[in-house]
């Protein structure tokens, strides 16, 4: 395997993941804009574009076009045979659609790349491999969240206070918006949510892809009007348009940057919630001891911390550990 300076990742030789590379089948991890590079280039040049069925239906909620006589949708679990490779996509928990991406060369070797992910051995499961391709976004050792268990109790107080005075907004990128809603309806908000533009039908595609969430408005159905008006209620806007947010209602900016607290305040109505949906660095250490590579490659066209990361494993594991592309 190996890791191009476009960020596609050769698995075997017959696949690429989350990048262009001329090989017959193109494999996307998930919808993020940094897994998805060149995607039309793979569209017209790759037999097959492959990803879960939640994965190719956003790709196209998100303006990308992967015809349906390209695309080939694979649950998780389900294994291809090409030229004695098989391959097969693994849960991750990232965003919504993400997986994990296996592949048995024909010498037998397992080769395993994680795509992005957080909470491994919980709900993302730890894959055992032979060579082991992990993302780095969080690869320094200052990268740590020893309060991660918090945060999602804090932001929910933090909501449910806000709440009984007035409307609150919650802005976050795709993806994270849909985690947040379940999140908080899981934790006993019941105000109704309103969503509008290209978020609605993000969320819409989320629940039938069985994110399971309820009471969602659209901003211009009656029901929503009526909801405005009363007062009560969660609106969902895309993280870009927290630069123009407003102060007649309490703020929340969903961000994976922050490694102080689970919540910080910005303003005197907004706050930063301390959201990730990748592993910290503690957790990426996890990851790689539970699986026991013989040799790991951290992800340097996306992070710049892949050789902090390696040289970490290298050092306390004893694990032969190199970043890519070098
Ligand atoms: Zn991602």
């Known amino acids: 395997m190996s890791i191009q300076r476009n960020g596609a990742i050769l698995l075997g030789r017959n696949f690429v993941a989350d990048g262009h590379y001329d090989r017959p089948f193109r494999v996307i991890t998930h919808f993020h804009t940094d897994h998805i590079g060149e995607i039309g280039k793979s569209v017209r040049e790759c037999l097959s574009v492959i990803g879960t069925r939640s994965t190719l239906r956003l790709l196209n909620v998100l303006g990308y076009n992967v015809p349906e006589d390209k695309s080939m949708p694979l649950p998780y679990g389900q294994k291809i045979e090409v030229e004695e490779e098989r391959l097969f996509l693994e849960r991750a928990d990232h965003v919504i659609g993400s997986s994990q991406v296996v592949l048995e060369t024909k010498g037998g070797t397992r080769i395993v790349y994680t795509g992005d992910f ?53 802005f976050g990128y795709h993806g994270k918006i849909q985690e947040a809603m379940a999140i908080m309806r899981k934790g006993g908000v019941d105000a109704p949510f309103v969503v509008g533009g290209k978020v609605a039908k993000f969320t819409e595609v989320a629940m039938q892809e069985g994110l399971n969430i309820d009471q969602i408005l659209v901003d211009d159905s009656p029901e929503a009007t009526e909801v405005l008006r009363s007062g009560w209620y969660v609106r969902f806007s895309h993280f ?87």
């Open 118 to 170: 957080k909470s491994p051995g919980n709900r993302t499961p730890i894959l055992p491999s032979d060579i082991l391709v992990m993302e780095a976004t969080y690869g320094h050792p200052n990268m740590r969240r020893p309060f991660k268990e918090q945060v999602i109790s804090t932001f929910l107080d933090r909501v449910n206070n806000a709440l009984a005075a007035g409307p609150i907004r919650v």
């Open 240 to 326: 870009n348009e927290f630069r123009s947010r407003r102060t007649n209602q309490v703020n929340f900016l969903l961000s994976g940057w922050e490694f102080d607290s689970p919540l910080k305040k910005v303003d005197e109505k907004s706050y930063v919630v301390a959201f990730s949906d990748h592993a910290d660095f503690d957790e990426l250490v996890e990851y790689v001891s539970a699986s026991k590579p013989a040799l790991l490659v951290t992800d340097g066209s996306r992070s710049k911390y892949a050789r902090d990361l390696a040289n970490y494993i290298r050092r306390t594991l004893g694990i032969r550990a190199v970043p890519m592309p070098i």
